[in-house]
Structures are given as structure tokens and as C-alpha cells.
């Protein structure tokens, strides 16, 4: 296996923790597989140096790790389990032979780094493979909206909230409540006005109106000459 140019710096990378580290790197350089390192590296060892996690359910939450797409996140996610079965002695057909050797090596250098015996490195990989579906690895939003769930009085927020990231609950919900008034206004005894808006757009123009209102980006173009 070639050794990086920059190896000595993605060490540094996934083993120092008494301080903060900003890895910079383009499109396919290993910025997740450094990632992967250092989670592995905390929840197998660094972790363990606290007082207040001692057991792998302690561990295994005592770690996020936030990325920007729900594919990274799940890749993350898989990568890092697939890598406590092999070091835990598990079988993992998920992991190609590349792949094996260089978890095998990590495992290594993590019992070197940290002065451990690989068998109680192994020992905890086992125990962590039972709780790896606790593992907190996801989107910034997904994040976000796991606390405001654990904490929807002091968010102010429903706890069975949906995160609308295209807009479509929005907009399903608008045109909805336009609908009703639409409807509503046309029923009245004067329904003169809504005739009027209604010649000059239609209802999915109406929609586009009122969420542009509604998202602060409204110049009135739509409504000229109503």
C-alpha cells in the first residue's frame, strides 16, 4: 500500500485531540477516511481516558460526527461499523481486502498511540459493535432536528415536527389554505375582488405569489394591473 506524501499529517489528524484540527483538502484527497479514523480512534480509545465514559453505551455517544449529505453520513456511518467488526474479530464481507489491511494497520497504530494491548482494543470493538446502531453520524439538519426533538419545550417546537428541505410541505400546506379562501371568498356575497385576482392569475401563480410573500422575496410583478 503507497504511503501519502501527507500521511504524517493525517495522523495527526485522527490522534490529536487535546486540540482542535481543520483538515483543508480537494474532492477525493481521504478527507472522510480521516474522519473514519478519528472517531474510530475516540471511541476505541481516546474516550475511554474520560472518567465519565466507561462503558461502550457511554462511548458510543460521547461522539458526532456532522457532514452535509445524507449519502457521506451513511457512508460514514457503515464504514465505521464495518471497521469495529474487523477489528473485532467479526466477519465482514462488506470490507474489500484493501480496505481490511489498512483497518488492520489503524488498529495497530491506535494500540501503539495509546499504549494498549490490542486484545482490550479488540475487547471494546466487540462491545461497540452491539450499540454501533447509537452511533450519532448525520447532516447538519438531521442533527439539528434530533435536539429539537429531546428538547421541544425549550425549542418551542412541536416534538413531531418534519423537516421540509425542498419546500413541498410548505407549498402542499399554502395552496391548501389558498384553496379554502379561494373557495370562501368566491361564496361571499361580494366576490368581486377574488374574480378579479383570478382573471389576472391562476391558482399555481397565486401559490408561487404566496410563498414569495411569505419567504420575504415579493416584488409584486404578479399582481400589476390586477
Request: with cysteine; hydrophobic share 45%; glycine share 4%.
Amino acid at each position: 500500500m503507497n504511503r501519502p506524501i501527507d500521511q504524517e499529517a493525517r495522523t495527526t489528524a485522527w490522534q490529536c485531540f487535546h486540540e482542535n484540527v481543520a483538515v483543508t483538502a480537494g474532492a477525493g484527497t481521504g478527507k472522510t477516511r480521516v474522519l473514519v479514523d478519528r472517531q474510530l480512534a475516540w471511541v476505541l480509545a481516546q474516550a475511554w481516558t474520560q472518567d465519565r465514559w466507561n462503558t461502550a453505551s457511554d462511548v458510543v455517544t460521547s461522539i458526532v460526527a456532522i457532514t452535509f449529505t445524507e449519502k457521506a453520513a451513511g457512508e460514514m456511518a457503515d464504514r465505521v461499523t464495518r471497521s469495529l467488526r474487523r477489528i473485532a474479530g467479526l466477519e465482514e464481507a462488506g470490507l474489500e481486502e484493501r480496505e481490511a489491511l489498512y483497518v488492520d494497520a489503524l488498529t495497530e497504530q491506535i494500540a501503539e498511540h495509546w499504549d494498549l494491548p490490542i486484545e482490550t482494543i479488540q475487547t471494546r470493538a466487540a462491545q461497540l459493535v452491539q450499540q454501533a446502531h447509537r452511533l450519532e453520524v448525520s447532516t447538519i439538519h438531521a442533527f439539528a432536528a434530533n435536539v429539537l426533538r429531546r428538547f421541544p419545550l425549550a425549542a418551542n417546537v412541536r416534538p413531531d415536527f418534519q423537516i421540509d428541505a425542498d419546500n413541498r410541505l410548505q407549498k402542499n400546506i399554502l395552496l391548501e389554505q389558498l384553496t379554502k379562501t379561494v373557495k370562501t371568498a368566491l361564496r361571499a356575497s361580494q366576490p368581486d375582488q377574488m374574480v378579479r385576482i383570478l382573471t389576472a392569475v391562476d391558482m399555481s401563480e397565486l401559490t408561487q405569489l404566496a410563498l414569495a410573500w411569505l419567504n420575504s422575496d415579493f416584488d409584486g410583478t404578479l399582481i400589476v394591473g390586477i
